[in-house]
T-cell receptor, first 109, second 110 residues
Framework: DVKVTQSSRYLVKRTGEKVFLECVQD?????MFWYRQDPGLGLRLIYF???????EKGDIPEGYSVSREKKERFSLILESASTNQTSMYLC????????FGAGTRLSVL | QKEVEQNSGPLSVPEGAIASLNCTYS??????FFWYRQYSGKSPELIMS????GDKEDGRFTAQLNKASQYVSLLIRDSQPSDSATYLC??????????FGPGTRLSVLP
């Protein structure tokens, strides 16, 4: 079974803090994704990566950056967290099928 | 803009009935199609994938694909209260990216 592991299920941060969300997959997938999901807005793609050190902007990259130094790990960085970044963050990896991690519910106070 | 559309629901069906969930997509180049189930507060989990026109059955679930009409559906037979969730349709054109619909909320009433 594919396993996509997100480092935290719940996270509470203060406005202005730098936040790191980590994601690790164990299936040697080339492609990895970060989404956020908000009520009524569905899944929105923030960034994706199709190879080590490669990244592509999704639909809502503003306020976020990513890092992929190793194939199995894809990190999402909030440089200066703001209250409007309070959301559920979902990591996924894929070859032909996309598999999701359990999600991180981030609250920015 | 590639789009995937679904009725947001809620779709309510009685226990034991057939639930029918529909999805349309705009990109004619789409090649692979997926249905995910998402329980409240949880992440999406894959139920079915379908790549060819026609029906694909897996237990109580049947996915139906019609590429000419750009339409994919999911039928759930003998619906159970545990099937109550949001169902997401996703489409891929063999590129890296997947396009998700907004999801249909299904409620199965005991």
């Amino acid at each position: 079974d594919v396993k996509v592991t997100q480092s935290s299920r719940y996270l509470v941060k203060r406005t202005g803090e730098k936040v790191f969300l980590e994601c690790v997959q164990d299936m040697d997938h080339e492609n990895m994704f970060w989404y956020r999901q908000d009520p009524g807005l569905g899944l929105r793609l923030i960034y994706f990566s199709y190879d080590v050190k490669m990244k592509e902007k999704g639909d809502i990259p503003e306020g976020y950056s990513v890092s992929r130094e190793k194939k199995e790990r894809f990190s999402l960085i909030l440089e200066s967290a703001s209250t409007n970044q309070t959301s559920m963050y979902l990591c996924a990896s894929s070859k032909n099928i996309q598999y999701f991690g359990a999600g991180t519910r981030l609250s920015v106070l | 803009q590639k789009e995937v559309e679904q009725n947001s629901g809620p779709l309510s069906v009685p226990e034991g009935a057939i639930a029918s969930l529909n999805c349309t997509y705009s990109d004619r180049g789409s090649q692979s199609f997926f249905w995910y189930r998402q329980y409240s507060g949880k992440s999406p989990e894959l139920i079915m994938s379908i790549y060819s026109n026609g029906d694909k059955e897996d237990g109580r679930f049947t996915a139906q694909l019609n590429k000419a009409s750009q339409y994919v559906s999911l039928l759930i037979r003998d619906s159970q209260p545990s099937d109550s969730a949001t169902y997401l349709c996703a489409v891929n054109n063999y590129g890296q990216n997947f396009v998700f619909g907004p999801g249909t909320r299904l409620s199965v009433l005991p």
